[in-house]
């Protein structure tokens, strides 16, 4: 079972860009798809990006990009920083994903395991 570990939250102003880590500690890493999401609470996580080893399987538009590294990291670049992006991030990781259509990678219960988030502030 893989154990993913989130990093590079924090306090942020407005229009600045913001990069988070999620450190995924498998020797298998290269196998499974790796995802963003973020969750207000008291809401459902909404899906920001996955990436499988490939490349990006699905991703909102806009201001969010993610990349994996090739030993363990994937990354979320997220530029122009907006209040509302003050939010908990996860980091989410699903094994032997193949096959799928871009709805799949959306869907928060199709992934396995989570990491325990990091919290973004964005002030104005």
């Known amino acids: 079972q893989v154990r993913l570990v989130e990093s590079g939250g924090g306090s942020v102003q407005a229009g600045n860009s913001l990069r988070l880590s999620c450190t995924a500690e498998t020797r298998a890493f290269p196998t499974y798809t790796m995802a963003w999401f973020r969750q207000i609470p008291g809401k459902e996580r909404e899906f920001l990006t996955a990436?499988?080893?490939s490349g990006v399987a699905d991703s909102v538009a806009g201001r969010f990009t993610m990349s994996r590294d090739a030993k363990s990291q994937t990354f979320l670049q997220i530029t122009n920083l907006l209040p509302e992006d003050t939010v908990t991030y996860y980091c989410?990781?699903?094994?032997?994903?193949?096959?799928?259509?871009?709805?799949?990678?959306?869907?928060?219960?199709?992934?396995?395991?989570w990491g325990q988030g990091t919290q973004v502030t964005v002030s104005s």
């Open positions: 990436i499988r080893w």
């Open positions: 989410a990781a699903q094994n032997g994903v193949a096959g799928k259509g871009a709805s799949y990678y959306r869907d928060a219960p199709n992934y396995d395991t």
